[in-house]
């Protein structure tokens, strides 16, 4: 009875409506990581890779939130309970590296060991040396640990991620990684867009860090006026997202309440900012940043049309009619 109650009642509810986990994930996924469109294949390649436990590359500049985006897919579906070990493999020696990595006999364990059954993620795979990376490849190959000072092999079934600054490819080619841990690595590739090309996530990213520091220092929360979030969007952001969040929460130790454009200016490097003054509007007429807009989406594309609209989030038949509208020379200036 039960049971044929509960079909009845799935009976009449429409397909749309049967959210999926997987749905839920992508959901979950989009508030975290932005919903513009150079994201949605980030948050595509997240969530499958959520889904299954192959090894996985995360690529991008730096700050742009390559560890972040790892302890998000780790974390999907109850593997967040498994271990998550993190290892910094720039600016330590062979030994110390070893050591972090496959422990010593009668001494503090490895991080591989630690990460049993869950996940371990090696930070700027790229400068680690490169017999440590063929060491590193042999053992998640054959899913045996051996550290130093002990003859028998432990058991070892752990997930691999690394994050590689600019390229894997390009950083393969260069030498800088070997070719049995690249092509181990790349079994999913996730390439994470620089800030300055998500131009409409930053009014919300930087909310969100003014929020997250006035949490912190428990006091009131501040926000950018108007032409502070010009100044922001218009900004090339070098540093990515580490830079954003930093300037926001020196934003909000300096000053509680409206942060305006004269205080945001005097947290950012000054030639920048001097360059940034040049390419906006000289007014926030909406026509005006519109045109604005328009002209910095075809700079940053090498005239790409197409590219262009997809940057702005706008369909392409009506990107060509604000470009007719405004004229091509308008833009360009």
């Not at 930087?206 to 520091?213: D, G, I, N, R």
């Given at each position: 009875?039960?049971a044929?109650q509960?079909?009845?009642?799935?009976?009449?509810i429409p397909?749309?409506?049967m959210?999926s986990?997987l749905?839920r994930?992508?959901?979950?996924l989009?508030?975290?990581l932005?919903?513009?469109?150079?994201?949605?294949?980030?948050?595509?390649?997240a969530?499958?890779?959520?889904?299954?436990s192959?090894?996985?590359?995360i690529?991008g500049?730096?700050?742009t939130g390559?560890?972040?985006?790892?302890g998000?897919?780790?974390?999907?579906r109850?593997?967040?309970?498994?271990?998550?070990?993190i290892?910094?493999c720039?600016?330590?020696?062979?030994?110390?590296?070893e050591?972090?990595?496959f422990?010593?006999r009668?001494?503090e364990?490895?991080?591989l060991?630690?990460?049993a059954?869950g996940?371990?993620?090696l930070?700027?795979v790229e400068?680690?040396p490169?017999?440590l990376q063929?060491?590193?490849?042999g053992?998640?190959?054959e899913r045996?640990l051996f550290?130093k000072?002990?003859?028998?092999?432990q058991?070892?079934?752990v997930r691999?991620m690394?994050t590689?600054?600019?390229d894997?490819?390009?950083a393969?080619?260069?030498?800088r990684?070997s070719e049995?841990?690249?092509?181990q690595?790349t079994?999913?590739v996730i390439?994470l867009p620089s800030?300055h090309d998500?131009?409409?996530e930053?009014?919300?990213l930087?909310?969100?860090?003014?929020?997250?520091?006035a949490?912190d220092?428990?006091?009131?929360?501040s926000?950018l006026?108007d032409?502070?979030?010009?100044?922001?969007v218009?900004?090339?952001w070098p540093?990515?997202?580490?830079q954003?969040k930093?300037?926001m929460?020196r934003a909000?130790?300096y000053h509680?309440?409206?942060?305006?454009?004269?205080?945001?200016?005097s947290?950012?490097?000054?030639?920048?900012?001097?360059?940034?003054?040049?390419s906006?509007?000289?007014s926030l007429r909406?026509?005006?940043v519109?045109?604005?807009a328009?002209g910095?989406?075809?700079?940053r594309?090498?005239?790409r049309?197409?590219?262009?609209?997809?940057l702005l989030g706008?369909?392409?038949?009506?990107f060509?009619?604000?470009l007719?509208?405004?004229?091509?020379?308008e833009?360009a200036s």
């Open positions: 009875m039960f044929g509960m079909l009845g009642t799935l009976s009449v397909l749309s409506r959210e986990p749905d994930h992508r959901d979950d989009r508030q975290k932005g919903r513009s469109s150079p994201l949605r294949t980030v948050v595509d390649q969530v499958l890779a959520a889904e299954n192959c090894n996985l590359v690529q500049e730096a700050g390559k560890t972040y985006l790892a998000l897919i780790h974390g999907n109850g593997r967040g309970r498994s271990p998550f070990s290892v910094n720039a600016g330590h020696s062979v030994q110390q590296l050591a972090e990595l422990g010593r009668g001494k364990p490895g991080k060991s630690v990460a059954g996940t371990i993620l930070r700027q400068d680690a490169l017999g063929d060491k590193v490849a053992m998640i190959h045996r550290r000072g002990e003859s028998a092999a058991p070892l079934e691999l690394a590689v600054r600019g894997a490819a390009t393969h080619r260069e030498g990684l049995a841990l690249y092509y690595l079994e999913q390439a800030l998500l131009p409409k930053i009014p919300r930087a909310a969100h860090f003014l929020h997250e520091a949490d220092l428990q006091r009131a929360e926000r006026t032409d502070a979030v010009a100044v922001a218009g900004y090339s540093g990515n997202i580490r954003l930093n300037v929460r909000a130790i509680v309440g409206q942060i305006g454009r004269d205080l945001l200016e947290l950012l490097p000054a030639p920048v900012v001097a360059e940034a003054k040049r906006l509007p000289p909406l026509e005006e519109e045109q604005w328009i910095e989406a075809l700079l594309t090498g005239g049309k197409m590219q262009a609209a997809e706008m369909e392409y038949q009506r060509r009619r604000k007719s509208k405004y004229g091509k020379h833009v």
